[in-house]
Structure formats: C-alpha cells, structure tokens
C-alpha cells in the first residue's frame, strides 16, 4: 500500500514520512538469557503538523502456528527528528523503564539508526542499560532490528520484524 505525505507535515519530519501510518506483522526474538520466541506486532506512527511524530507499538507472543500466546512489549514515545538529519527519541515501556535515544536519519535512503543514550528503571524493573535500533523502509515494507544490553550481556541482537502497511 503507498504512503501519502501528510499536507501539514513539519517539515522536520518530512524526511521520515514514509513512517507514518499503521504497520503490524511478525517477528524473532532472542537473547541469551531468555527461550526465543515469535511475536506478532503493530506499531503506530502519527503526526499533527508538530515537529515530532508520535510512536506506539504493541506485541503479544504467537506459537508456531503464529496463534496468540499472551500479550507482550508495549512502548510509546515521540520522534523528534532535527533539520541537521539527526534524530531524538523519547520512549516509556510498560516494563518499567523510559530511554532517550539519539541517532541519524540516512541522507539518500529512507532509514534510520538510533542508540541509548539514558536509560531509568523503576525498582522493579529487569537490569537494562542500553540498545541500538535501526528501522528501514525496505520493498514497501518497514523493517527493524533491536539490538540490547541487559541481565548482565553485552549489547547483542534481540528482536527483529517485518511489518506490512495496513
């Protein structure tokens, strides 16, 4: 499905108006301390003229035969791409931790990369200190991977999707 770029787009986040709209699909996840598991996901991207665009995502455990387990991760937090092509990103988790995230839109293809820069838990939340994210808009499809830091590992890959446009 082809994205329109909204009429009022600020135009700080025209270079990221590919983003905007619904996308849901599937994904992997792993990491050392955990079993991998498979997860369905659909992430939100809104923008009202303002220079910033508005990020949720929510995710639930599927089995193999890609039926819902439980639900998941959610997050929600703002884009707040800069007209030097830089990009800051502010994100709440419902596990109990907020991040700020610096990072670089690509110049000449539409993508971005991102990295920690803050992570706060609450005291109930598992030991993280830090991740990595690159997202892309690859065949008419939004691509990511999420790199992580926590319980103890080093910064290494954990999730990643495919998401289709709805």
Request: hydrophobic share 35%; net charge negative.
């Amino acid at each position: 499905m082809p994205f329109q770029i909204p009429d009022n787009i600020h135009p700080d986040c025209a270079r990221l108006a590919w983003l905007i709209g619904t996308w849901a699909g599937n994904g992997h996840g792993e990491y050392p301390t955990i079993e991998p598991f498979q997860f369905g996901q659909e992430l939100i991207f809104q923008q009202d003229g303002r220079p910033f665009i508005h990020y949720m995502s929510r995710s639930w455990i599927v089995d193999e035969k890609g039926e819902h387990v439980r639900e998941a991760a959610q997050e929600t937090g703002f884009i707040r791409p800069q007209a030097d092509g830089s990009l800051e990103f502010l994100l709440s988790h419902n596990t109990g931790f907020v991040e700020t995230w610096h990072g670089e839109i690509h110049p000449d293809q539409p993508r971005f990369e991102m990295t920690t820069d803050a992570v706060v838990r609450t005291q109930t939340a598992k030991e993280y200190v830090g991740g990595k994210r690159l997202y892309g808009y690859v065949n008419g499809d939004l691509l990511y991977a999420f790199d992580m830091a926590a319980m103890g590992q080093p910064l290494q890959p954990h999730t990643h999707a495919q998401l289709v446009r709805q």
